[in-house]
């Protein structure tokens, strides 16, 4: 993922902390999932499917680095997390396949959390960059969802989800069109900027935590991602709050940390898909809609129906469609029907303007 070759290697590095337990949970994941030791990209943990998408049947992957799997020269982003000025990326990478060829892949590195420089990093793979490599819905338990949108070429905010509201107090309205830098407190704007930059230099994703600014109260600490648009600097965003305890703990809570980068890599990539979808790009009211709901309204226009959708979003049937029938509300429209003939004609709209 990134070479070393920058005079870490001479350091003296406590163990890792994390415990059997820890790497139990990332061996019996059903995600693409390793955790790795750094700077070396030892593999100290790999899910199932990470070994399938690795090892050649029967061949070891715990104990060997990422690089002895891949066919070609790291992007550099490890080098900017050991230099304290990334917290996470995303790559693409070329892994070696069974028949000497190579299979493309995207690859998702966070750093367990915010030690600078990290000791190990959790690593999600997915082996077609069209698509999201989770299986963790956007929405797990009581959890807030997390806030997706999109900034143009300005950085101006043109599109946001209705999770603001419950997480930073603001009407979705009242953000349209204002600056993105406007989400983040004061400190934390210069961080912002640069994970913008560095995802518009690489052409790829970067994770970090910020501290958000609501419209009252103090800041409230997120993990965000940002993944790069064309045309540059445009970016799609997620952000999810998270818990002051994060930082603090000794020992790092696995499972939440699995479940937190896939679940970011899930909003970030439908934040990005709902903007590259033309029938989506002027619908009114649509900054009305949550991330839950937006997901489901891609999946439909996919020409998914309600029982792939619940199955594919870890919901049942009956609650997409109590999903489906809020988005009716929003929208102004009273079947699923007339839903989809809403985003044609706002589609056939958009193509008569040129657009």
Not at 20 to 37: F, H, I, N, T, Y
Not at 183 to 204: F, G, H, N, Y
Not at 265 to 291: I, N
Request: glycine letters at 8%; a negative charge; one cysteine or more.
């Amino acid at each position: 993922m990134a070479s070393s070759n920058n005079g870490v290697h001479g350091a003296v590095r406590s163990a890792p902390s994390l415990d059997r337990e820890g790497m139990d949970v990332v061996r019996k994941s059903s995600l693409p999932a390793l955790v790795l030791q750094i700077p070396d990209e030892t593999i100290l943990a790999a899910s199932g499917a990470a070994r399938e998408l690795l090892g050649r049947e029967g061949e070891t992957v715990e104990g060997r680095s990422f690089e002895d799997f891949t066919a070609d020269e790291p992007s550099g982003g490890l080098d900017l997390m050991l230099a304290g000025r990334l917290q996470g990326y995303e790559t693409s990478r070329q892994l070696r396949s069974s028949d000497d060829g190579t299979v493309p892949s995207r690859v998702w590195v966070r750093g367990f959390d915010d030690d600078i420089p990290p000791r190990y990093v959790l690593t999600i793979i997915s082996t077609d960059a069209a698509a999201t490599p989770t299986q963790v819905p956007i929405s797990v338990g009581a959890d807030l969802a997390p806030v997706i949108g999109t900034a143009d070429e300005k950085l101006t905010v043109d599109r946001i989800s209705s999770d603001v509201e419950a997480l930073l107090r603001y009407r979705p309205d009242e953000l349209l069109g204002q600056s993105l830098l406007s989400l983040v407190a004061a400190e934390d704007v210069p961080k912002w900027l640069a994970a913008i930059a560095q995802a518009t230099i690489a052409r790829a994703g970067v994770t970090m935590s910020i501290r958000a600014r609501p419209a009252t109260g103090p800041p409230v600490l997120c993990d965000a991602l940002v993944l790069a648009m064309s045309p540059p600097p445009s970016c799609a965003f997620a952000l999810m709050p998270r818990s002051d305890d994060l930082d603090r703990q000794s020992a790092p809570d696995v499972r939440e940390q699995l479940t937190r980068l896939s679940r970011g890599v899930s909003a970030v990539t439908l934040s990005a898909d709902l903007a590259s979808t033309p029938t989506l790009r002027r619908v009114p009211r649509l900054a009305q809609l949550s991330a839950r709901e937006l997901d489901i309204v891609r999946r439909l226009l996919a020409g998914d129906r309600v029982p792939a959708i619940a199955g594919a979003v870890f919901l049942s049937q009956s609650t997409v469609r109590n999903h489906l029938a809020r988005v009716y509300r929003k929208l102004g429209v009273g079947s699923q029907q007339e839903l989809i003939n809403l985003l044609r004609d706002n589609e056939t709209d958009s193509e008569d303007r040129g657009g």
